[in-house]
Nanobody
Framework: QVQLVESGGGLVQAGDSLRLSCADS????????VGWFRQAPGKEREFVAV????????NYAESVKGRFTISRDRAKNTVDLQMNSLNPEDTANYYC????????????????WGRGTQVTVSS
């Protein structure tokens, strides 16, 4: 079973940066697209970014375009999310998921999820 582990979250001020990392301990998402999603209290989990298995395709939610960058290291079997110019609206628990099939923006398209890492941005 794929086990994804997110890390890198924390408490920062508006305008700061964070780098999140998603690691696959079983080395089984190397051939899958990997997505980052986030969920704020009382809200639905929403799409943030996705990267294809070979990093040839990347896509971002409109709200993070130009501020966030997704990347992957196939040798380390990790997928990172560099987040710059953070604002309080980015506060959420961030999850990574291994894509199975279907729309990259839909949570139902992902088979496995990590437990998340909390990002809190103060104003």
């Amino acid at each position: 079973q794929v086990q994804l582990v997110e890390s890198g979250g924390g408490l920062v001020q508006a305008g700061d940066s964070l780098r999140l990392s998603c690691a696959d301990s079983r080395r089984t998402f190397s051939n899958n697209a990997v997505g980052w999603f986030r969920q704020a209290p009382g809200k639905e989990r929403e799409f943030v970014a996705v990267i294809s298995w070979n990093a040839g395709y990347k896509n971002y939610a409109e709200s993070v375009k130009g501020r966030f960058t997704i990347s992957r290291d196939r040798a380390k079997n990790t997928v990172d999310l560099q987040m710059n110019s953070l604002n309080p609206e980015d506060t959420a628990n961030y999850y990574c998921g291994s894509h199975r099939s279907g729309s990259y923006q839909a949570t139902s398209s992902y088979t496995y999820w990590g437990r998340g890492t909390q990002v809190t941005v103060s104003s």
